[in-house]
């Protein structure tokens, strides 16, 4: 059925790529949002998407592919978008644990904007590879096709993306256990 | 369950009540914009139709304006002019398949029809070669032929074109392909006796003669074909995969070997191959986030020549926070051209030594582009005689062709602009 309306929108049908973008373009939504966390961002990004896409379909060579290579222009877009506002947001330098070196934060994790704050801390392709596995259910291979990266990379980013959110996380839980031990100056 | 799953799990968790509630009320924005978005044809990129340092060559300056009668007389001077040549040609010298050579008469396609131009009368000649939509003229290296591409009647998606062969006066025009789905992508043989071309992926090697072309099975999915100089015994081609490679094989189908010995990046590396005048270098643009040496942001491509021999890769110099695409060699071999791609949405072409000692020289005027040059509608070749830069600026939809010289003199325009416009220079001896 999804092979028939790419097919159709690739010869310039309208109503076929309507109906694919109507599909498709809540879980592209989500997943923008995921990523950006920013609602007008993400709209742009759907869109910019969405109509590359469209106008580039004549070029997509196997349209089984089609979801894996709409949700690659998504990405990009989404890094795009990211990159523009890059500027203005305060970079923290966070180092990535071996070992946590406190309690585990997990079982303290109530909060959140504790998971929010660490994610906003990753750079837009370690929040890709987390929002496509984690939240799209992608298996890490079709991460890998999707960003165009070698498996073993698409790996390493992933254990580095859930690195760095659980350095975040400890982070937060100490200055939080400061804060209430009255320790912070 | 250990930490890292539970912690795994909490995310996915938090993920999807994060997303969950989003309604996505602008599909009919979306929509919006698209139904006023042309596709762009499959057919009609113009890496496909345009190999930069094999296909796309010069043309020239604006036709001065004459009046009816004048044009007329001037056309039968062309005319005449070129049965001349077709007819001197055959007791002249030919140039040798690579290197510097003299310029000949342009050809040129514009909306269909092919023109011969002579270079300096500037008058061009509508070519009679029958019915169809003809374009992407491309001489063979000796100029004494050129192929072409036709449509016959409307151009359809996916294109079914058919290859066709004529001596530079237009005369024994012959099919060399049949009909062929998405033809795409061709070079001639350095001595003139075979064109090699990719068809949905496949590499053929046609006889310019006629008869029946050679499937090469090994090479497939193949993309930009190009016969190694300075014998031919070889066709370069981009191995199209997730992480693509260089190869070579020769034009019997066997011998398929890598050339490349990096891995590639990602699906975007090793594109617009070309090759050296001495076949030494293989040349191409890696558009990947891995080259951060350009930009730590990453999303610049830069443009690479690699050793045939040992696969070394060598990258050209460029300044912080800008990109290099479509590296194109002159014709002895010392310079090479490519375009400059600024951060802020520009790109200008930009001659450099070919020895990677930099020397950059700009050419011609700033053009907006996206920031990571991934949308520059143009391409630039040498002319045969390595004094100009000939630059397509535009699509196929719309495109002018300037001469952009070497020297800094002013720039000209060859032809007012035209729908699938292509040309090429005849390459005739020093």
């Known amino acids: 059925m999804q092979r028939d309306l790419v097919e159709r929108a690739r010869k310039g049908d309208h109503d076929a790529f309507a109906e694919l973008a109507g599909a498709a373009i809540s879980r592209l939504d989500s997943a923008a949002w995921l990523m950006l966390r920013d609602v007008e961002q993400a709209k742009d990004a759907v869109q910019n998407a969405l109509v590359r896409a469209w106008r580039d379909l004549p070029t997509l060579r196997d349209p089984d592919r089609f979801d894996a290579w709409v949700h690659r222009l998504l990405v990009n877009a989404c890094i795009d978008e990211a990159r523009r506002t890059r500027r203005h947001r305060l970079d923290v330098e966070l180092t990535e644990l071996d070992t946590p070196s406190m309690p585990d934060p997990v079982s303290s994790i109530a909060d959140r904007d504790q998971l929010e704050r660490g994610f906003l801390r990753l750079d837009p392709e370690l929040r890709a590879v987390i929002v496509l596995h984690h939240y799209l259910d992608l298996p890490v291979p079709a991460v890998a096709a999707i960003l165009g990266i070698p498996l073993g990379t698409a790996k390493s980013r992933l254990h580095r993306a859930l690195g760095l959110m659980r350095a975040a996380l400890d982070a937060d839980a100490r200055v939080r256990t400061d804060l209430v031990e009255g320790r912070l100056t | 369950m250990t930490s890292n799953e539970r912690f795994e799990q909490t995310m996915s968790s938090w993920l999807r009540e994060d997303g969950a509630f989003r309604v996505a009320d602008h599909l009919d924005e979306v929509l919006a914009v698209t139904s006023e978005t042309r596709q762009r044809p499959a057919w009609s990129s113009l890496e496909r139709w345009l190999p930069v340092d094999t296909t796309f060559r010069p043309r020239l300056f604006n036709a001065p304006r004459l009046n009816q009668v004048l044009l007329v007389a001037a056309l039968l001077i062309a005319l005449l002019g070129l049965l001349l040549l077709a007819v001197g040609s055959q007791r002249q010298r030919l140039p040798e398949p690579f290197g510097p050579a003299r310029n000949g008469i342009f050809v040129m396609s514009r909306d269909g029809v092919l023109y011969a131009i002579d270079p300096t009368t500037s008058q061009r000649t509508a070519l009679a070669l029958g019915e169809g939509f003809d374009f992407s003229p491309t001489f063979s290296r000796d100029g004494t032929r050129f192929l072409f591409l036709r449509s016959d009647g409307p151009l359809t998606e996916p294109a079914i074109l058919t290859m066709m062969v004529a001596n530079a006066d237009g005369s024994d025009l012959h099919a ?34 006629g008869g029946r072309p050679l499937m090469l099975p090994d090479a497939k999915p193949a993309h930009f074909p190009t016969w190694l100089p300075p014998d031919g015994k070889e066709i370069v081609y981009r191995l199209e995969a997730t992480h693509p490679t260089v190869m070579a094989i020769r034009p019997d189908g066997t011998g398929r070997h890598p050339i490349s010995v990096t891995r590639a990046n990602n699906g975007y590396d090793f594109q617009g191959i070309g090759v050296s005048p001495d076949g030494t270098k293989v040349t191409f643009t890696r ?56 951060r802020e949405g520009a790109f200008q072409l930009v001659v450099a030594n070919a020895d990677g000692s930099g020397n950059e020289r700009t050419l011609g005027e700033k053009k907006p582009c996206k920031p990571d040059g991934s949308n520059i509608d143009a391409t630039w070749v040498f002319t045969p005689d390595g004094t100009a830069l000939v630059v397509r600026y535009g699509n196929d939809d719309s495109a002018a062709t300037h001469l952009l010289p070497l020297d800094g003199s002013p720039s000209s325009i060859l032809l007012e602009a035209g729908r699938f416009e292509f040309a090429d220079v005849q390459r005739r001896a020093p």
């Open chain 2, 287 to 342: 558009w990947s986030t891995a080259v951060a040496d350009v930009d730590r942001n990453g999303w610049l491509p830069r443009v690479y020549a690699m050793d045939v021999e040992t696969g070394k890769e060598m990258p050209f110099p460029t300044a912080s926070g800008t990109g290099q695409v479509g590296i194109a060699y002159s014709p002895d071999g010392t310079l090479v051209a490519y375009a400059r791609i600024h």
């Open chain 2, 176 to 209: 060399v392909t049949p009909p062929t789905e998405s033809l795409d992508w061709f070079d001639w043989s350095p001595d003139g006796t075979r064109i090699a071309y990719v068809a949905k992926g496949q590499l053929w090697v046609a006889d310019p003669r």
